[in-house]
């Protein structure tokens, strides 16, 4: 760095700047600037302090949820036979935090055992014309296989017209074709009770999306939850179909891929005015929503294990379950505002200070765009040279 711009940073350095008072009796200029004041006050007043209750604090929502689902499902006709499904039967797990899934249709593979079968015929990698095809593959599994390859060659069982590699596993192997898929076609009319108890600690608040004029369980379980009812719009009970149509989807269109809906009880409470008036408010998202043709919707497999005697000897046995259905996801979110003296004061000074901005805008309006500038400039800005002797005796 030269000397030159030393000096030059040592002089603007050891400089003060201190604001001065310039009365300018203008009409415009005092219009511009009460306009500006107008605007900033209007904002401060209308928007920080009424619209986003500047005058309170706030508290997040803390909240538990708790669901229970209802409905029947009686199917004679079926490749299962004559059947009942339940609650205990398409509801897998039966208790999830703040979700719950709902199986909408299902592929039975009953009474699997370990032992050597056929592969399934949709697996390329299985196919084969006889054994020498399948003998380099002894003991490989395929990504999407059911066992290791044995080294035979064998009919399909489920496909006539083509030849696969025998497998070791659980047998017979799943065929999850159509023909095999019973669909829970009335199961948009299944109904879900959503509990859900929340809390504001600050203000030591608790509240619960059952209302107070439900007297009895009965004559809640009459109400059913509709959006443009004054009292249902408050029900805690949904019909599945009516919640799918809620977040822009028909159901019959989920019942053989699934899917993933969210339930949203929205809690935002004023607690200025009366506790009656802090009440849910539900919405409905499609969270797998789009032109998708890879892993649609949503699935998943279990199985329940028993053991039998066969021949004298006791073997172990399963019936597997491929479970297609919806996986309803609940979120609480939410906040309470209380009136509190100091939040009031500091957005107050905090909008008084936002005043400042209007004397800068109508300086900025003075000093660039009226004929007058360059007179107002020298009224503005005036530069005082002290002399240290002066200084010091000041």
């Not at 505002?337 to 939040?343: A, T």
């Amino acid at each position: 760095m030269s000397g030159q711009a030393i000096n030059a940073f040592c002089t603007d350095f050891f400089e003060y700047d201190t604001p001065m008072m310039v009365h300018i009796k203008n009409k415009t200029v005092g219009i511009i600037n009460r306009v500006f004041e107008l605007i900033i006050l209007s904002y401060i007043v209308f928007y920080g302090i009424l619209y986003e209750k500047g005058y309170q604090e706030y508290d997040e929502v803390r909240s538990a949820v708790a669901t229970k689902l209802k409905g029947i499902l009686y199917e004679s006709n079926s490749s299962f036979g004559r059947i009942t499904w339940d609650v205990a039967d398409y509801v897998v797990p039966p208790l999830e935090s703040n979700a719950f899934f709902v199986i909408t249709s299902v592929v039975l593979t009953r009474m699997q055992v370990q032992k050597n079968c056929s592969e399934n015929p949709n697996i390329k990698a299985a196919w084969c014309e006889n054994d020498q095809d399948c003998q380099s593959k002894i003991g490989v599994i395929t990504p999407t296989g059911n066992g290791p390859f044995t080294g035979k060659c064998v009919q399909s069982a489920t496909l006539p017209t083509r030849k696969v590699c025998e497998i070791y596993g659980w047998c017979p192997v799943e065929d999850d074709s159509k023909k095999n898929l019973f669909t829970f076609n009335d199961s948009e009319f299944f109904t879900v009770l959503i509990k859900n108890n929340i809390e504001f600690p600050k203000f030591n608040f608790r509240k619960r999306n059952i209302m107070d004029w439900y007297a009895t369980d009965s004559e809640m379980g009459k109400c059913r939850w509709n959006p443009n009812d004054p009292l249902d719009k408050y029900c805690p009970i949904f019909e599945l179909g009516v919640i799918a149509r809620g977040a822009g989807v028909e159901y019959s269109s989920l019942l053989t891929k699934g899917g993933i809906i969210k339930i949203i009880i929205d809690w935002n409470c004023d607690l200025d005015f009366s506790e009656d008036y802090c009440r849910p408010e539900y919405s409905f998202r499609w969270l797998d929503s789009g032109n998708f043709t890879v892993s649609v919707g949503f699935n998943f497999r279990y199985a329940d294990h028993f053991f039998m005697r066969d021949n004298n000897t006791i073997r172990f046995y399963r019936n597997l379950y491929k479970a297609i259905g919806v996986h309803f996801m609940v979120e609480v979110r939410g906040r309470a505002g209380k009136f509190h003296l100091v939040n009031l004061l500091f957005n107050v000074g905090s909008g008084m200070a936002l005043m400042g901005i209007a004397s800068i805008l109508s300086d900025i309006v003075v000093l660039y765009f009226l004929k007058a500038r360059k007179l107002y400039k020298d009224r503005k800005f005036q530069v005082a040279e002290v002399c240290p002797y002066e200084v010091e005796q000041l």
